[in-house]
């Protein structure tokens, strides 16, 4: 009876060590099982949601410093008496707040949920009980979040319908088709690097890259291509295409640098700092603490105050590309989009194809 | 036939994405909470929008404040990334399995590669991305 509910409640019957054959109380204590395993779940996953946002809120705070203020958040869906004036056009004709709104909730929710497949730690002990710091294993994380990733698409797209959208819908449009060509250059990129770990699971990835044998050092060339992927990800990630349409020119040289504001800042941000998470799992050995052995660590002092360590190497690691990310951000707006859409398709998907292949070749001569 | 649920479970691992579904609902009731929040004054305030004026203004070439583009090169681009994305996908499998497949494995995916680069190569030069017309 306990295998039709899988991995997930397994472990929660070995937790209480009963897991014999089927009776009457061993139903009661499945169904105890599971309230306490869903309820760690719970937990784990506010943890994780704050953090994220605690990161993300700071982030947005070096990029405009009004981030604190009140009222500065819904910025975003107070309608814009120039704009309405201004604009018609396709989407305009009417007021279409909820699917303007549910573009930039949708990213939001599909950002959060993608945080419950990353791992932030090993396990730790509580109440002697074993807590895994990964929420979710779901055997196929990678395609999981590709998958997830690229509905949010969807944010850029709904951006343009409303009427008070500062947006152009042909804009978006263009800055959709713009992100689809470069999640397909990072799919290609992370397929190099699945050749290297060879398994798909989050925490097979960062197992495989213990003690400073990162995947940076096998692969320094999927690296860059995959953070030339993720930067222009990132400078469109929520619909903006601002200084580089050549219909605009005129107006854009005689204004500052715009910037986005209000809710769509916020959520760009947390666009970034999801990637940048990522990256470190990815390339940088997730939570693996540079210089010292874990394993090492976790018999002298303890799996919790390991497990603390790990979390706030990983969060260190994250902040710093972050950085890299918005250093870099700043640039891309500045080139023109044909030129970006040239480069993605006529230089970045190639490299990757031939950078998949010569990582194959590699692998198999060794 | 009937295939009840426990069967289907028993085989499977769905309840491996209960943590994802659960991380789910926290997501969409913290997303929902935080847009209510922000709706309060939706219709009372007037806000200073200064920040959020983002170059609505005439083209004055073409005296459009929206330009005409060519909806069949989105079509084009769409399609180019149908073709694509699904040759990645193709990859993914093959990637995890390549040390045990070895070369045997590799040829064929070599052939898959010219096969769709012969593609990649016609839909350039035909003009694809030449958004310019």
């Known amino acids: ?17 009963k897991l014999q054959n089927g009776n009457d109380t061993m139903i009661i ?4 099982a599971f309230v306490v395993t869903a309820l760690e779940k719970v937990f784990l996953g506010g943890l994780i949601i704050a953090i994220l946002l605690i990161v993300a809120f700071c982030s947005s705070y070096f990029q405009n410093r009004n981030i604190f203020k009140r009222n500065y958040l819904s910025k975003t869906f107070v309608p814009n008496p120039s704009v309405e004036k201004n604009l018609t056009g396709i989407g305009r004709t009417k007021n279409n707040f909820l699917i303007y709104s549910s573009g930039l909730g949708w990213v939001l929710i599909i950002i959060l949920t993608v945080s419950a497949v990353v791992p932030w730690g090993n396990s730790i002990h509580l109440f002697g009980q074993t807590v895994d710091l990964q929420m979710a294993s779901v055997n196929v994380d990678v395609l999981f979040i590709i998958g997830l990733l690229s509905t949010g698409i969807l944010g850029i797209m709904t951006k343009g319908i409303d009427k008070r959208s500062p947006y152009l819908w042909t804009k978006v449009i263009r800055s959709a088709s713009l992100v689809v060509c470069y999640e397909l250059s990072v799919g290609f990129s992370i397929a190099a690097l699945l050749m290297v770990s060879g398994t798909m699971s989050m925490k097979g ?23 030339a992927g993720c930067i222009v990800i990132l400078s469109y990630s929520t619909g903006v295409l601002q200084n580089n349409q050549e219909q605009h020119q005129h107006e854009d040289a005689a204004k500052p640098e715009r910037r986005e504001t209000g809710l769509s800042l916020f959520v760009r941000q947390l666009v970034v700092t999801i990637l940048s998470v990522l990256t470190v799992s990815f390339y940088f050995g997730g939570y693996d603490i540079p210089f010292a052995s874990d394993v090492k660590l976790r018999n002298s002092i303890g799996s919790n105050s390991t ?8 969060l260190a690691k994250t902040i710093a590309i972050i950085f890299l990310f918005s ?40 | 036939m009937y295939v009840s649920l426990i069967t289907i479970l028993q085989f499977s691992n769905t309840m491996d994405y ?8 926290i997501a969409f009731v913290f997303t929902v ?16 929008n200064s920040e959020t004026d983002l170059s609505i203004t005439e ?64 839909a350039i030069k035909s003009g694809i991305l030449n958004w310019k017309e």
């Open chain 2, 18 to 25: 209960m943590p994802v579904v659960i991380q789910l609902i």
């Open chain 1, 327 to 366: 250093l870099a951000g700043k640039r891309v707006r500045n080139i023109k989009y044909l030129q970006l859409m040239n480069f993605g398709w006529k230089v970045l998907l190639p490299l990757n194809v031939l950078n998949m292949v010569v990582t194959g070749i590699i692998l198999l001569i060794q």
């Open chain 2, 33 to 48: 909470l935080l847009f209510f929040f922000l709706l309060r004054y939706h219709k009372k305030t007037v806000i200073d």
């Open chain 1, 205 to 227: 990835i960062v197992d495989f890259q213990k003690d400073a044998d990162w995947n940076f050092i096998y692969q320094p060339f999927g690296f860059i291509l995959f953070l």
């Open chain 1, 29 to 32: 204590l499945e169904i105890m």
């Open chain 1, 1 to 17: 009876m306990s295998v039709c509910y899988g991995r997930f409640l397994n472990n929660s019957f070995y937790r209480f060590g």
């Open chain 2, 59 to 122: 083209n004055p070439v073409s005296g459009k404040a929206e330009e005409n583009i060519s909806a069949n090169k989105f079509f084009m681009s769409i399609s180019l990334f149908v073709l694509f994305g699904s040759a990645m996908a193709v990859f993914y499998p093959y990637v995890i399995n390549l040390r045990e497949l070895g070369w045997n494995g590799f040829w064929p995916v070599i052939v898959y590669i010219v096969v769709f680069s012969i593609g990649y190569i016609y």
């Open chain 1, 307 to 314: 497990a603390i360590i790990e979390g706030t190497v990983l």
